[in-house]
């Protein structure tokens, strides 16, 4: 009886969310347009045996999982699931290997992705038909789901199976995009493609981009988004954020995690609000006058963002138990914020407000984050924000005749 039940309350769910999709006027996510009842994708999938690369983010308009909706959906058969970091269901903590197992939800094998293979075995994917990639991503280079896109891009290609990417909006917009482009030395997991630090692409386009760019040669479908606008930002589409990892469980963290993220990675003693009640939302410090910082940060007048002073105790992670002072990152207006722009106004500001406790992390964590390491020399020479960005935009030439190529929308 219970089965019975859940069953037919999904599919009073799924009735809800295919009409809700087909009256709004908002954004329509990759998933429901493949789904959709009279949809002209669903060729891509139907009949087929199929492998799911996605996470608690790869959710529908009315938050079903994704591999919950193809489960349940006879035009198609899931057979394989693929774990990227924090696993299938988001149980799995940052950094954190993700094993093998097999989803409680649907009793379907899960391969992981981030654990001594990043990329989905050739063995697995002998079994399938093609593989479907629905993950939402947070717009910057540095966030994992797109190298686990790069690596399945590879992974396909060799298999000879098509890859099919349920596209999902940039919650930054696709107008901008900020920062160095990675040199070779520093490719990562953290900086998988050749890419500036926000790349101002949806996934769809990123997994074009990728595939274009370094002549990967798969076989690439990308279902689109339906009413969105490169102006838009996340606030924009009508959508509701479902938590992408454990300490972005909002829009708001989306927009801040590359500037608060970028901020601590590049020192050993700022805190970006990891381990508090507000993740990537903190700037702070032992050494820092909370006041002092915010008359000084709110006196520049940065676009989109205003700078609240603070005091907060972590109570997990590197800063636990520690007292610390800074400024909560108040986001005004999503659309004008400019992520990177603003991380180098915080640093350059907090070396020349602190030059005697400001410390710069070492060669390895610069280089992976930013590319390059002529931060260093920039910030220890008291190079301008304008000039640094300038010398950024001496290598976005070749990235913005590529990237142009492989833009939808």
Not at 274 to 280: I, K
Not at 340 to 363: C, E, G, N, S, W
Request: glycine share 8%; aromatic share 8%.
């Amino acid at each position: 009886m219970i089965a019975i039940a859940k069953a037919a309350l999904l599919a009073l769910v799924l009735c809800l969310s295919s009409c809700s999709v087909q009256a709004s006027e908002r954004v329509e996510l990759g998933v429901d347009v493949l789904l959709a009842k009279d949809s002209k994708f669903i060729e891509l999938v139907q009949g087929k045996k199929l492998g799911l690369i996605t996470n608690p983010s790869g959710v529908d308009r009315a938050l079903i999982p994704t591999a919950d909706r193809l489960a349940h959906d006879p035009r198609v058969k899931l057979v394989q699931l693929y774990g990227p970091e924090h696993g299938i269901r988001g149980d799995v903590a940052a950094g954190d290997q993700v094993g093998d197992e097999r989803d409680a939800a649907t009793g379907l094998p899960v391969q992981s992705l981030y654990g001594k293979s990043k990329r989905p075995s050739p063995e697995s994917l002998a079994n399938l038909d093609a593989v479907l990639f629905d993950i939402q991503d947070v717009g910057s280079r540095t966030y994992t789901y797109i190298s686990t896109l790069g690596e399945a891009l590879k992974a396909c290609a060799a298999a000879g199976k098509p890859l099919i990417v349920l596209d999902r909006p940039n919650p930054l917009g696709g107008a901008r995009f900020e920062g160095p482009m990675i040199e070779e030395r520093w490719r990562t997991f953290i900086g998988w493609g050749p890419m500036p630090v926000t790349h101002g692409m949806t996934v769809g386009e990123v997994a074009r981009y990728f595939n274009d760019v370094l002549a990967i040669g798969c076989e690439l479908k990308v279902v689109p988004l339906r009413g969105w606008k490169r102006s838009m930002a996340w606030e924009d589409t009508g959508l509701s954020w479902t938590q992408t990892s454990p300490h972005v469980p909002n829009a708001t963290q989306a927009h801040l995690y590359t500037t608060t993220g970028m901020i601590a990675s590049s020192t050993t003693n700022l805190s970006d609000g990891v381990g508090s009640t507000m993740p990537f939302e903190l700037v702070g410090a032992e050494f820092i006058d909370a006041i002092e910082l915010e008359i000084a940060l709110n006196e520049l007048k940065l676009p989109g963002v205003r700078f609240q002073a603070l005091a907060y105790k972590p109570f997990y992670g590197k800063f636990k138990d520690k007292p610390m002072r800074g400024v909560r990152l108040r986001l005004v207006e999503p659309r004008e914020y400019r992520p990177l722009h603003t991380a180098l106004v915080v640093l350059t500001t907090l070396r020349k407000m602190y030059p005697q406790h400001f410390q710069l992390a070492d060669d390895d964590a610069l280089g992976k984050h930013w590319g390059e390491l002529k931060l260093r020399e920039q910030l220890e020479a008291g190079t301008g924000v304008e000039e640094i960005e300038r010398a950024w935009a001496a290598g976005y030439a070749e990235f913005e005749r590529a990237r142009a190529k492989a833009l939808l929308y």
